[in-house]
Structure formats: structure tokens, C-alpha cells
């Protein structure tokens, strides 16, 4: 059965961590500890190499994500779900990178802890609704418009998303300002954005974790 899964809980709200630990107890699940900051989480997780660790993305010292990049490569059995209240675009695809198995809000009803940990048993991931739909919705049409783009314009825009101004890719580059210019042109039309100086920049900062992953 599910519930004889050893878990590990990390939330650095004490209130929400108290309740989520009693909650999983009161309904049989086997918590052998818990963690109220991601350092405390890494450490229990390689020490114990649990069968599951629910997280909370952002926590001191290590954030959830940090802490599960953190674990890969070390031989541990832990799947990883994530607990969190961030239904943006930036975490979901940054959990979508990630060796994750479940991606759950803190808002949703417990009995859908209950389902992601059986559908983890059961080796399947389990991801809530809202996540998919973002992804579908925000993400993968992103996706899409990126794959127009050719080598040197992706080259663009992933410095344009470092912050860099278009006086710098020149210089990077070695490319006229000019040049510069003509290919953020193309990449407004391929992306379909506004033609104006801001819309480029804006949209590579509000989608930085997809482009740099590219």
C-alpha cells in the first residue's frame, strides 16, 4: 500500500508543515521527518533516502528546486512532489524540467495528496490540473513560437533575456548595431509581438526560464 511509503515533509511555515505532518499521519502515511528550510531537506533526504519528499519551492537557505537538482546524480530512490501556492508560468516550466513526480497547490483539497503519493506508487506522476493547464495554455505555444526562430535569433534572444542591450550583443556578437536591429525585427515578426523597442525585452524577461533552457 501507499501508505507504508516512508516520506520526508519540507515547508518553512511551521503552522502549514504541523498540519500537513498530522494530516499525513491521522490518515495512516508513515512521516519519518520533517524539515522547515531546504538545507535541512537535502540533508534528510541523502541521509534517509526516502521513498517520497513533498517540498515547498521556496524555502531559506535552499529553495525546493534547488534541492531536488541538489539530489540527482546521488542514487536516491526519493520521488519528488512539489507543494506550493506559485500557479506562474516560470515555476510551472521550471518544474517541468525537473525529475519531478508530482506538482501540487497548497489550496487543493488533501485527498489530492492522497492521489499524487498512489499515483507515485503505482510508478505514474501526478501533476494538478491548474499545472497542466499552464503548461498547455502558457507554455507550450511559447515553445512553438521559439522553434520559428533560427540559430543566430535565438542566440538574440537568449542574450536579450540576460538583460543584455542590443549595444552589447553587437559587441558580443561581433555583428554590426544594425544587424542587431534587423534580427530583432525578424524575431517581433516570428514571435508575433508588438513592434515597439520594450515588447521583445518584456517578453524575454517574463519567459527567461524557457528561452535560457533552450
Known amino acids: 500500500m501507499a501508505k507504508n511509503l516512508n516520506i520526508i515533509v519540507a515547508d518553512d511555515h511551521p503552522m502549514l508543515l504541523k498540519g500537513l505532518t498530522e494530516e499525513l499521519i491521522t490518515n495512516g502515511y508513515n512521516v519519518i521527518s520533517t524539515a522547515e528550510n531546504g538545507a535541512i531537506a537535502l540533508e534528510l533526504i541523502t541521509k ?3 521513498d517520497i519528499a513533498l517540498l515547498d519551492i521556496e524555502m531559506p537557505l535552499l529553495d525546493g528546486f534547488e534541492v531536488i537538482k541538489k539530489c540527482e546524480g546521488k542514487g536516491l530512490k526519493t520521488k519528488f512532489i512539489i507543494l506550493t501556492t506559485h500557479k506562474g508560468s516560470r515555476f510551472v516550466y521550471k518544474a517541468k524540467t ?21 499515483a507515485i506508487k503505482n510508478g505514474n506522476t501526478y501533476f494538478s490540473t491548474t499545472f497542466n493547464t499552464v503548461f498547455e495554455t502558457e507554455i507550450s505555444p511559447e515553445l512553438e513560437k521559439m522553434k520559428r526562430l533560427s540559430p543566430s535569433e535565438r542566440t538574440i534572444v537568449r542574450l536579450i533575456a540576460q538583460g543584455n542591450s542590443s549595444k552589447d550583443i553587437s559587441e558580443s556578437l561581433y555583428i554590426s548595431l544594425r544587424t542587431v536591429q534587423k534580427h530583432r525585427t525578424n524575431i517581433l515578426n516570428k514571435l508575433d509581438l508588438e513592434s515597439n523597442l520594450e515588447s521583445l525585452s518584456v517578453w524575454a524577461n517574463n519567459h527567461k526560464d524557457i528561452i535560457l533552457s533552450l
Open 48 to 50: 534517509l533516502n526516502p
Open 98 to 118: 525537473l525529475n519531478i513526480s508530482g506538482y501540487l497547490l497548497k489550496d487543493e483539497p488533501f485527498i489530492e495528496i492522497q492521489n499524487c503519493i498512489n
